[in-house]
């Protein structure tokens, strides 16, 4: 499990949002849970020291 405290902040991390404020995915959702702030793997592990990218594109207009 990964939390909002988990952000590297000098790669200027945000907030994990909820599932309900973004409209694409690129791994498939049975791989993983996103809450609000917080990301839970449910099935495959990565492995031990693998970078975790998680990320949002913001788009207001």
């Not at 991390?13 to 909820?18: A, K, P, V």
């Not at 998680?54 to 788009?59: E, H």
């Amino acid at each position: 499990m990964y939390t909002n405290q988990d952000g590297v902040l000098k790669y200027g991390s945000s907030r994990i949002l909820t599932p309900n404020s973004i409209n694409g995915i690129l791994q498939p959702d049975i791989n993983y849970i996103v809450e609000q702030g917080k990301l839970t793997f449910s099935n495959y592990l990565p492995l031990s020291g693998s970078p975790i990218i998680l990320q949002f594109v913001i788009i207001y207009g």
